[in-house]
């Protein structure tokens, strides 16, 4: 019985991480279309934002590509926004 309270700690660890992160991920992916199509947003997106935040982010989208991976839901769309992402945050110099 230990056993399985240990086991489903776990399980909820993990389902806590995997929610965070693609929570993350895809904010990042909002931030980066908002900075995309609105440049003059850019200064307050870096006010705002603190520092690791996008370095954060970016890790984020490393995780979520391995979840995506290992479960065998990965998909071209999700890959190419996080790409597309980390295209505009390396353009703006946000990573």
Known sequence: EDEQQQLGKMVNKADAHVKGCMTVAYCAIMVAKLIQANQFILDDVREYLADGAIKYSIQCFDEVDNILKLSGKED???????KEARAIFATNNLN
Do not use: E, L, T
């Not at 071209?76 to 996080?82: C, G, L, P, T």
């Open 76 to 82: 071209d769309v999700s890959a190419q926004y996080m």
